[in-house]
């Protein structure tokens, strides 16, 4: 007799992976069915069902809103603040010197701290200044953590990638109950544009955009698909744009279409 409070078998399990595999291009392998009982069976409890064969069935029948919760519940949304530094150091000396303009895309932002970094970067350079222009556009699947994102409140502790002046310049600090969150000011909030968009169904976005990060997000798929978005990413930057992906995918086996110039950052040719 096993000491679960649902039923979950293989068969329920690889049902949901491959609903799961299907509309959000995750991959996942058998070593994640403890991982896949713990986070559903929040959302079994929650809609008041049975065990995991009526969560089948509900999911198999219905097209919309329980796929998207189930595939909520799913994703790693693990980031931080200056997450691999040496990217925003990049972006810094490399990237923004020698322009006033520049349309910077954050793919799989998870709950925010990607495109918040990118901001201070850019405003740490001055592009806070009317004189320059920047397009900030930050996309994930996950609803729920998207949400969290154009919140931006963040509690203190897990702040520890930024520095007193971050901290001073771009967010505000909670009082009473909320001491121990801040939360972005409006004046860095403004200028991200915060929607969703699942990368392996059909995008396009009218103009080119000078820099791509897409960190620690492929990881998640299969090689097909890597290679697919990989193209696809490709297609969308501008001649000279840049790839930058997270620390442990390499995308030289994926494609030839665009240059290895840093650690894990690509430039596609003028
Ligand atoms: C581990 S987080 C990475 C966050 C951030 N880029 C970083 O490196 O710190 C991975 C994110 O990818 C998102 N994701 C997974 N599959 C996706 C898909 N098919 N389309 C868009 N985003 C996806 C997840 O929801 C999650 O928030």
């Known amino acids: 007799m096993s000491d679960k409070e649902f039923a979950f078998t293989r068969k329920e399990f690889d049902c949901l992976r491959e609903i799961v595999n299907r509309k959000a291009g995750i991959f996942i392998s058998d070593e994640k069915f403890n991982m896949f009982y713990s986070r559903l069976s929040r959302r079994i409890r929650e809609l008041g069902l049975a065990d995991f064969r009526q969560y089948c069935e509900l999911v198999k029948n219905e097209q919309g809103d329980e796929i998207e919760a189930l595939i909520n519940s799913i994703t790693t949304n ?16 490399h990237i923004l010197p020698h322009r006033n303009k520049i349309r910077i895309w954050s793919a799989g932002c998870s709950s925010g701290e990607e495109p918040y970094t990118i901001a201070m970067t850019l405003h740490n350079a001055g592009w806070g200044n009317p004189a320059y222009q920047y397009d900030l556009l930050a996309t994930d699947i996950d609803t729920n953590i998207l949400s969290r994102a154009a919140k931006g409140i963040y509690q203190q502790e897990n702040a520890d990638g930024l520095s007193d002046n971050d901290l001073k310049q771009y967010f505000l600090k909670g009082k009473g109950k909320n001491k121990n969150l801040i939360r972005t000011k409006p004046s860095l909030q403004r200028n991200i544009r915060f929607s969703q968009l699942n990368l392996i169904e059909s995008w396009q976005h009218a103009e080119p955009h000078d820099v791509i990060f897409c960190r ?9 698909t890597k290679q697919l978005i990989v193209n696809k990413f490709i297609d969308a930057l501008s001649p000279g744009g840049y790839l930058i992906v997270g620390h442990s995918e390499s995308i030289k086996k994926l494609t030839d279409r665009i240059e290895f110039v840093g650690t894990t950052i690509y430039q596609k040719p003028e």
């Open 216 to 224: 620690n997000v492929l990881i998640y798929f299969d090689q097909p």
């Open 78 to 93: 693990l980031t931080s603040f200056y997450r691999e530094r040496h990217h925003f150091e990049y972006l810094q000396d």
